[in-house]
């Protein structure tokens, strides 16, 4: 049985027409600075507002990027190779929908080539692209996922992401040093209970 993946969300909801202005950003982190209690226009706060939106606009690039750029070369000669392809410690650097708190972790993505491969770089970028966006890490995870299956079409996936969310930590119930782990397996990574088990073990060894 064939299962056709997900499309993959390519960009974000809000187009560059509906974008505020780079005025407007700065005028925001000014108005939430006065909320907070301070004085936007104290020495030590002038040039807050400017360095927060040059912060923001690198920590959410990923709405800019274009997945399928990254994954739209691949390698048709594999020589008969028909086994995992597996990159660890991918570093996730995201922030959370929900508070806009960071998350910090590493991920762990495997494939299995079917006819062709992409190059490892460009798996990494992936990671990379949509760490780069408001997230949740189950959505993430379903995200990385369902890039590779739809622009490689690869015999089997395999996920996981392993992070820590200042959301939990700086606030809330401020429990530190509790990492979240999720999943995603596909094809023959969720048919073969062995070779899951084997890119659990090898991803975490």
Not at 5 to 15: E, F, H, R
Not at 131 to 149: F, G, P
Not at 154 to 170: R, S
Request: charge should be negative.
């Amino acid at each position: 049985m064939s299962i056709t993946p997900a499309k993959p969300v390519l960009v974000g909801d809000n187009d560059q027409a509906t974008r505020p202005s780079r005025e407007e950003a700065l005028k925001a982190v000014r108005t939430l600075l006065a909320w907070a209690g301070d004085n936007p226009d104290r020495e030590g706060l002038k040039d807050t507002p400017r360095r927060v939106v040059d912060a923001y606009a690198e920590w959410f690039d990923g709405y800019d990027a274009d997945v399928e750029k990254e994954l739209s070369r691949t390698f048709e000669d594999v020589q008969g190779y028909d086994d995992m392809v597996l990159l660890r410690d991918i570093e996730v650097e995201s922030h959370c929908e929900h508070h806009m708190a960071p998350f910090l972790g590493k991920a762990y993505v495997a494939y299995i080539p079917n006819e062709k491969v992409v190059g490892i770089s460009k798996l990494a970028r992936v990671v990379e692209i949509f760490s780069r966006r408001l997230q949740t890490q189950e959505v993430l995870t379903n995200q990385i996922a369902d890039a590779i299956e739809s622009h490689l079409a690869p015999a089997g996936v395999a996920i996981l992401i392993d992070a820590e969310h200042q959301c939990m930590t700086t606030r809330g119930v401020h429990h530190r040093h509790v990492s979240t782990i999720t999943t995603r397996f596909t094809g023959a990574f969720k048919a073969d209970a062995a070779l899951k088990d084997r890119f659990l073990k090898l991803a975490k060894g």
